[in-house]
């Protein structure tokens, strides 16, 4: 299957500047949220169940867990918890498979204070870019192709540029814009291998 995208890829986008795909690093290229589950619970003593975050704020996760205590997890989260974190399956074996014929920026809302344990992660995990990006606002500057995504408010900004954003499911994205059909331009997929298909599928009709 990769092999066959690579391919079509490689013939379909002969233009000077190749196609960029921004890929989101938190829950689209690492287990974030398995590892806040850890921390929350040696710091507060309180285990929270991924399917209970039902919006995307970490705040309105469990009320047991206050907001000085979420700035203290979050801060832990940063300065000591990164390079624990665990790869999503099959993300980096399918940016492998494109990282020829695209052009891979990792765009971060990360504070630039880690960038170093960042790159460090990237690299242990065998995860190809071109660029790495800190940056809240993902839809300004730069248009992307493709982009992969688990925050529905970026998905949704990106989507009405024009970029054609895969949205990895999860409990806290279920609700774009307050609700309904997700918006044109976003396709949500379980994980790396749909967004392979769909990919493909998108490919296909050029
Ligand atoms: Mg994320």
Redesign the pocket.
Known sequence: MMERIFFVLKKIFTRKEKVVFGV?????LGK?NEMIIKIVKEECGVSLLQNDRKGYGYHCWDNRVSDDEWQKILNEFHEKKIMLVEPIPRAAYVLNCLKDCIDIHIV??RKIETKKETVEWLKKNKIPYKKLVFSERKDEGIKYDFFV???PK?ASALARKGTIVFLLDYPHNQLIDGGGKDPKNIIRVKDWLELADELWAILLKK
Do not use: Q, S, V
Request: glycine content about 0%; hydrophobic content about 15%; aromatic content about 0%.
């Open positions: 989101d690093l938190d829950d689209t974030t971060t809302a995504e688990d925050n970026t």
